[in-house]
């Protein structure tokens, strides 16, 4: 029972962190990429708008293909994971205030 | 500007407000040892939390895509001040998206550990941090937000 709890968890901060590690990257590879830019808005109707919808998918489908990763996860390892989770939300805050502020400045 | 836009821009303020309010209530009682009533309180005012951002993404994202791009963007980026749209709205946009999971997953944790997450120390204390982040990140969007609408009036 308690393994099915963590893996549930397991599952979701699996998600959390792809999303995250998502927003930033398409952040700014469609900064820098403007055709990634342009598709985005082609396909929904406003680049931020696919961004979110983009980023709710992917959060969606690491949930559910984590919840088959032959791993067996214990308390520790959801505590190493949520710290993981924290750190890459820090670092993402700070890339993305980072390349906004090259970008304005360059 | 509609009624319709005052209502959203109004609306993803206070409910975005609200958000960060509700977790830092969150937070406190995470400081102190959970209990039935203690996870009861954490379950209900953390749902409540993440219902708050969603609808503060969804009517922020109305207002931001509707109003915003079109006529308050380019009168921002002609003024004094085009850096408030060019770092500050720009950061705040992608930034507000990390808040939704990372209080999807605080809400998760509180509804299937329950009170064993007082005999999982290890858990707690990083889900202490993750709320402290929620918070953080929440009230530096409000200061992003502040920034933003100063630029506007004072263009």
Redesign the interface.
């Given at each position: 029972m308690e393994n099915k709890?963590f893996k549930?968890?397991h599952s979701?901060?699996c998600?959390?962190i792809a999303?995250?590690i998502f927003?930033?990257a398409i952040?700014v590879a469609a900064d820098l990429y403007l055709p990634l830019k342009d598709w985005l808005k082609n396909v929904f109707?406003?680049h931020?708008?696919g961004?979110?919808i983009l980023?709710l998918a992917i959060?969606g489908v690491v949930c559910f293909f984590g919840w088959f990763l032959p791993i067996e996860p214990s308390?520790?390892k959801?505590?190493k994971i949520?710290?993981l989770?924290?750190w890459l939300?820090?670092l993402?805050?700070l890339a993305?205030?980072g390349f906004?502020?090259w970008?304005?400045l360059k | 500007m509609s009624v319709l836009l005052q209502f959203s821009l109004i609306s993803h303020i206070f409910l975005g407000l609200l958000g960060i309010i509700l977790f830092y209530a969150v937070l406190m009682v995470l400081f102190k040892p959970i209990d039935f009533k203690r996870i009861k309180f954490l379950r209900r005012v953390s749902l409540l939390g993440l219902i708050s951002f969603l609808s503060s993404w969804i009517l922020g994202g109305y207002y931001y895509v509707v109003y915003y791009g079109n006529i308050v963007k380019p009168l921002i980026k002609k003024s004094a001040y085009p850096w408030a749209h060019s770092i500050f709205m720009e950061a705040k946009e992608h930034i507000f998206l990390f808040l939704p999971f990372a209080a999807l997953v605080a809400v998760l944790i509180f509804y299937i550990l329950g009170e064993e997450l007082e005999q999982k120390q290890a858990i707690k204390k990083t889900v202490i941090i993750l709320s402290s982040l929620i918070v953080i990140l929440g009230a530096i969007m409000a200061l992003t937000g502040i920034i933003i609408s100063g630029a506007a009036r004072l263009r």
């Open positions: 709890k549930i968890i979701a901060i998600g959390a999303a995250v927003i930033v952040t109707s406003h931020w708008v961004k979110g980023s959060f308390e520790e959801i505590r949520l710290n989770l924290n939300l820090i993402g805050t993305i205030f906004f502020v970008e304005a | -």
